[in-house]
């Protein structure tokens, strides 16, 4: 484990233990603006409302405040992603009975409870189909909270380049004569800007094993 993922990986934990004192606001807030837009992703891809997908953010939040202070936290058994992926898809699922409860006992799964202290009751989200849907939102949105850290890193104009070149795929000549630069600055920025990225994107990820 290198240092950058063995600290990120220190930091989440201590975040989760400090999650555990409801009148941590801040630490609530840190964790509401983190995870928030992957959770409500998730739940409009899964068909639901805006309505819903921000009752899904809220439950799901609730949920993990009931559950961390009995939660014990070990990524070699299951980890966090894994955790919240199912909180998540439990709350999205409560939306679904909600539109129809006559079919409330179909919708419920297996071992599906609101109180889970351990992650003995939890299968990794790569046993379950929707899985794909939820690791394209993580992505995602690490995609985006990496760029936008990044944006606040690197010149103006660099990060011009960097946006024309590689995330809308103009031509590097047209982005060197549209910028005014060279074109040999185009493809170097690309290049330092996208190693800057890939870094950033390295150090969010909470766990060492997660893709």
Request: hydrophobic share 35%.
């Amino acid at each position: 484990m290198d240092f950058q993922k063995a600290n990120s990986l220190a930091t989440h934990a201590s975040l989760l233990e400090r999650l555990k004192d409801l009148e941590d606001q801040q630490s609530w807030q840190q964790f509401y603006c983190t995870y928030r837009k992957v959770i409500f992703n998730f739940a409009i891809k899964h068909g639901l409302s805006g309505t819903e997908a921000e009752e899904v953010v809220q439950e799901t939040v609730i949920t993990v405040a009931r559950n961390l202070p009995e939660f014990q936290y070990d990524p070699s058994r299951c980890s966090f992603k894994s955790w919240l992926f199912n909180l998540s898809l439990w709350r999205v699922r409560d939306q679904i009975r909600k539109r129809h409860p006559e079919d409330a006992a179909v919708h419920r799964q297996a071992g599906e409870t609101d109180r889970t202290a351990t992650l003995d009751r939890f299968p990794c989200p790569e046993e379950d189909p929707l899985a794909a849907l939820w690791d394209e939102e993580w992505k995602k949105d690490q995609f985006e909270r990496a760029l936008d850290k990044l944006r606040r890193r690197v010149d103006e104009k660099s990060f011009q380049i960097f946006d024309l070149y590689a995330l809308h795929h103009w031509p590097a000549r047209k982005v060197a004569c549209s910028l005014g630069v060279s074109l040999t600055r185009v493809y170097v920025t690309k290049h330092r800007i996208q190693a800057l990225l890939s870094r950033e994107i390295r150090h969010l990820k909470p766990e060492p094993a997660e893709a």
